[in-house]
């Protein structure tokens, strides 16, 4: 009996659909392929995931730079044993159910799938409306430009994480096994399941789409509303770093060249670097490739229902700070983290920067302390010892440590940051059972306001989102990469310069005019105390330097081959387990185990 009133109920829907307007048939919120998009401006529509995609968890809306990349290159020191994960990428040795080695995959493949129905979408809307106007046609090409020059990224991100080798001059490691290449939407399962490109394959692949994006984009200057989308010289940008990575020394040398000649791009002065990574001067002089992040976004960033134009990767690199109503104790001290507080700034990265004084002794009773008050952000029980305190000024002044520590790091009871938005306070030591220094994230980490959900603030001001943009290619990348590609050619006079160019700027001096702090050789001195591997080597020193905690340094380490003595530099984390890097397989990450699953022509990299 209930059976067939079901199937009355059934018949009464069928009869009452087939009556309705077919236009209200489908669902309200789809398209059909056979009439969408039929403007440019809907093309614009469907262009806008390739970018919004940038910002996925398992990219650069949470995951990728702070649990995957920073604990990778051991930039940062994580206390967090909840996450095997996370713990697992500490210590490079990666299993193949990794978190966020599967999120990363699946983000960087989501955003070649966007790519690619904005270029078939492209083809569609000249089918529909053949008959464009010049102005029209102009704009499809430039979306068209976007969208390869965003998919030779994601495919670039991709290899440099997922293939086996990189390639070196002449071809070598080209047969090895790249990533899968989906050049169009795929139509049936059939065609979803593909085998892994060669190296070589991939690669070539990848130069395509940025020489593609680079001639569609030519010329084409966007507007200040429009200031974040790529251009021309972000695809020669990439371009340039594409044959770098695979040591086309000539072909790089061209392209960065012309870049650097021709873009009016120019490496930002000191002035503007040392705030450019917490919120200010965002697209600037230097800035090639740069995701707009909202500050003023609200909810759990990224996480937040609908859209929404935020990261919230500064939740994990958080600093401490003494005082304020809310927090755990330490030592007796009040500390309240800006975010999580997951992560420390490396001991041996302050070492590495050049910091010789070592770390600070015992701190010693403040005489201002008023015990009336008791410990407050303004009110500290205890303070760091005046003779210290005054060596420690004088590395900054005297510039004995390379100037960069104190963009990339904050020093304890030196160093504030405005633990509620309004009142500043010092910046707190905290108890890594490694970590003597305890310094704690500048660059890319909230200095000035409070990242974190359901932590005290007495003056109400609680933000979930990061304030500041990320630099996905600027100037500085760019100088160094032709460096690469001179002294790769033979040209170790112009790779000199154009190190010694960015080791100026970072020291607040004329980029162009030679000084007393200038490199003499390639193989001469640089900061890095007791370092076998970059204390002699500038043009990996000024990489690991100048782009510290920006996510390119581990494909360095994979290009170079220089992953056992990374470990061994660092030696400890102080997470679960030492540093366990297998040579034979840690350069690269596995192909997760949902892939393996559904693909059944994807192979898995060697050692996995």
């Known amino acids: ?22 236009i209200n048939v489908g669902p309200t919120n789809a398209y059909s392929s056979a009439n969408y998009p039929s403007t440019v401006a809907q093309l614009q529509t469907v262009l806008v995931s390739a970018y919004a995609n940038l910002r996925d968890p398992g990219l650069y809306g949470f995951w990728l730079l702070p649990k995957a990349m920073s604990n990778s290159m051991h930039q940062i020191n994580t206390q967090y044993g909840g996450d095997a994960s996370w713990t697992e990428m500490a210590n490079t040795n990666l299993s193949v159910g990794n978190t966020y080695v599967g999120a990363a995959w699946l983000a960087l493949y989501v955003g070649v799938k966007d790519c690619n129905v904005t270029i078939a979408a492209a083809a569609q809307l000249a089918s529909i409306n053949p008959n464009l106007s010049a102005a029209d046609k102009a704009t499809v090409s430039l979306i068209l430009g976007q969208a390869y020059c965003l998919r030779g990224w994601y495919y670039m991100e991709l290899e440099c994480l997922y293939g086996e080798k990189y390639m070196t001059a002449g071809g070598t490691n080209g047969s090895a096994q790249g990533v ?44 200040a509303a429009d200031a974040a989308r790529v251009t021309q010289w972000t695809a020669e940008g990439l371009l340039g770093k594409a044959y770098v990575y695979t040591q086309d020394w000539a072909d790089a040398k061209t392209v960065l060249s012309d870049l650097m000649t021709n873009s009016g791009k120019t490496l930002m002065p000191y002035s503007t670097y040392f705030n450019a990574f917490n919120g200010q001067n965002k697209l600037n002089s230097e800035s090639l490739f740069e995701l707009y992040v909202d500050p003023n976004s609200s909810g759990y960033g990224t996480y937040s229902p609908g859209a929404n134009s935020s990261t919230i990767n500064g939740l994990i690199w958080s600093p401490y700070t003494y005082g304020g109503p809310a927090g755990g104790g330490f030592n007796g001290v009040q500390t309240q983290p800006l975010g999580y507080g997951n992560s420390l700034f490396h001991d041996r990265n302050v070492l590495r920067f050049g910091y010789s004084i070592g770390p600070a002794p015992a701190p010693v009773n403040n005489p201002n302390y008023n015990p009336l008050v008791g410990p407050q952000y303004y009110n500290q029980q205890q303070v760091m010892d005046p003779v210290y305190k005054q060596q420690a000024l004088a590395v900054r002044t005297n510039k004995t440590a390379d100037p960069r520590l104190f963009i990339n790091a904050l ?3 030196l160093d504030s ?34 990242e974190g959900t359901g932590l005290g603030n007495p003056s109400g001001i609680q933000q979930t989102a990061d304030a500041w943009d990320y630099y996905i290619l600027r100037l500085a990348d760019v100088y160094l990469l032709y460096a690469e590609a001179c002294i790769g050619s033979g040209d170790n006079v112009n790779g000199l310069e154009y190190i010694n160019k960015v080791k100026r700027r970072a020291y607040n001096l004329p980029t162009n005019t030679p000084s007393s702090i200038d490199y003499k050789s390639l193989t001469d001195k640089t900061s890095a105390i007791n370092d ?14 100048e782009l510290f905690n920006e996510g390119s340094w581990w494909f360095d380490v994979c290009r170079w081959q220089i992953g056992q003595s ?5 030696g400890y984390t102080d997470v679960p387990g030492p540093i366990n890097f297998v040579p034979s397989k840690s350069y690269v990450w596995p192909i997760p185990q949902s892939e393996i699953n559904s693909n059944s022509k994807i192979k898995q990299s060697t050692g996995y």
């Open 180 to 223: 899968p290449i989906f050049s169009a939407l795929p139509t049936d399962l059939a065609s979803t399941q593909v085998a892994r490109s060669s190296v070589k394959d991939t690669w070539a692949f990848i130069i395509n789409d940025f020489k593609q994006a680079e001639s569609l984009l030519k010329g084409n200057t966007w507007d």
């Open 1 to 22: 009996m209930i059976k067939k009133i079901y199937i009355s109920i059934l018949a009464v829907m069928l009869i009452a659909g087939c009556k309705k307007n077919p």
């Open 532 to 545: 076998p591997v970059l204390g002699n080597n500038p043009l990996y020193y000024e990489r690991w330097a």
């Open 566 to 570: 990374e470990a061994t530099y660092y």
């Open 411 to 413: 020093q304890p009871r």
């Open 417 to 450: 940051v405005q633990f509620d938005g309004v009142h500043w306070a010092l910046v707190a030591q905290t108890g890594y059972a490694q970590d003597v220094y305890g310094w704690a994230v500048k660059k890319y980490s909230p200095i000035n306001y409070n």
